[in-house]
């Protein structure tokens, strides 16, 4: 499976890259400027502050996504809506959203924030044992609601900026400082599994944990409704990116 | 005793029967226009549905060359909502810049499509996949020959489905621009008689499109420092709207925050009056640079430039949100008509795009209704009066709701079915 992936994200990517220099090459025609330009508009105050040094790169793994969700992801995704009762995906996202309660509680106990620390171990034991394994979420209805915490929250408090706009292949809109927070999530969760070692006897165990990120990354997807260019604005970039932005100021310095 | 207290108790439950049938008591609960137009119809009062409708998203493949930074267009999209029975088939038109996904479009979907029609929703000729793959000119507003194209679509649309669904008649609805629209392309219909529709409605439709361009647009006349200056008013508001958020208790941005919003009266009336108008040239702004793309106009975009996926757009996107529909109008659509008809004359092109140029049409067909509210701001005044004389007893006015603020509201859902139901108004 993830030879697969692996082959196929070259061929995309090498897609990409072919179509790219096809289009390069057309056109000699002088180009005569329009009848309004931005010039004319530079005394109003500007809306977005996202910082996009990486643009063009940036664009580029937006139009790789919206690919990768076509040919791969959706179709993926959509088979699994077909195949899986209801019951059985909200089982599922309740199990990975349990695995990411140890993400949260290291976080908040690495912010200092008391409660939510307590309020997640609370969740994570309750929906661990009485919630089987985390496939039920009976710690939400005592009234323990969920929080997310993350790596890239912490880097926050300890005061280091967002840096530039980032979109990442397949996870989408991101910043500089979210992509190095989700690598260091990442690996302290492969250094938890590592020690643990839960599949160690099946002696399939890089299998069997291969097909359980798969399997998180089609339920993330799943519970996602966003899907690429479907507003159908010509300017959708710029609509996701202030979004991505201002959703995060919402959620952060609460 | 024991009859007379029967007999009481009967009327008290006929009263509510009769509160209901009378304009006096029509219960939608938001006074004013702005607030109706942005907050919409509370959940609780929408009519309860069971169960969704089967709606999918369709492609119609069209041959259209597309330019690289349209890469992701593969075709017009539609949308449709079948029964598996033989039923009416009603087509919708969205209103200006909305796509056939629109929350508005879905709404009247699941009620139709639950009112036993087949439901077919097409995207707005102002919508940038209809002007990049559905529009002859690629120039969005003049509704005659965007009623040609809306009326192509649909041949070649129904042509998919021949066969596969069964169809006792058709019908045509439309809101805002779109039901503007739907009187153009029923005019064309009693030519053609491809559809032969038996009912067209009309829903908060525009009486002349350029009035009603101009009173949104007028709207930003309000704000500080005029329409020049509408970052600096997003910024402010959305400023307020994120303070109010973070103090509250809010679990997203949803209905619930809205109207709470709303109940603490966070923007006064020129602030609502402006965001309607900024959201009008969030649309517009991809009509322009859309149709400007595909008709290389040299209006925002350099005559002959070929934009790559990754040219930034943003200060074609800070352009267009600067330039009114009416700059639009003048500058780019007056001429490009003329171009191809020398001698029309601005004021002429402007009689062209209202009601009043098939006025004949409109008061002799009895199969035409509009719906419509007294406070919707879209209308200039006297245009209200101007339905009222040429469509008669088949114009229907709610006392309030704005611009389509109540479209979803019980009664009024109820009303447009009864009417799309009936064989005469």
Partial sequence: ????????????????????CAASNAHITAEIPPMHTVSEFSDDESVSHTHDPWEGFNKGMYKFNYQFDRFVFLPV??????????????????????????????NSILQAKGKESLVTLGRFLANSTIGIGGLFDPATSFGWRQQHEDFDRTLETWGVGTGPYLVLPVLGPSTARNASGLAVDGAVRWAVVSSIDPFGETGASSEIEMGATTLEAVDLRHREKFRYYESDYP???????????????????R | MKIARDILIIFLLLMPAFAWADDAVYRYPIDDSYGATILGTPQNLRPELSGKAPVKTMILETDQKKPEIFFYDRGLRYTVAFQDRKAPLIFLIAGTGSGSKSPKVLALMENLYHAGFHVIALPSPTFPNFIIDASTSHVPGNLSEDAVDLYRVMEKIRDQFKGRIEVSHFLLAGYSLGGTEAAFVAKLDEERKVFDFSKVLMLNPAVSLYNSVSRIEGLLDGIPGGPRRVGAFFNRVMDKSTNFYRKGAFVGVDDDFLFAAYQAQLLDRDEAGGIIAVSFRISSAGMIFASDVMTNGGYVVPRNKVLKNSDSLEDYFWTTLHLSFLDYFNEYFVPYFQSRRPGL??????????????EGYLASSAKIGVITNEDDFILAPGELDYLRRVFGPRLKVYPRGGHLGNLEYRDNMAFLIDRLRSATW
């Avoid at chain 1, 061929?11 to 072919?18: E, S």
């Avoid at chain 2, 004359?345 to 098939?358: D, G, P, V």
């Fill in chain 1, 77 to 106: 995704v959509d088979g699994y809506e077909t195949v899986t009762p209801g019951f059985v995906q909200t089982g599922v996202s309740n199990f990975f959203a349990n695995i990411r309660e140890i993400r949260t509680l290291y």
């Fill in chain 2, 345 to 358: 004359s601005r004021e002429e092109l402007i009689e062209a795009l209202s009601l009043k140029s098939i």
């Fill in chain 1, 235 to 253: 300017f959708e970039y710029y609509m996701v990116r202030y979004i991505f932005s201002e959703r995060r100021e919402l959620t952060t310095i």
């Fill in chain 1, 1 to 20: 499976m993830f030879r697969y992936l692996i082959h196929l994200f070259i061929t995309l990517g090498l897609a990409l890259y072919l179509t790219g």
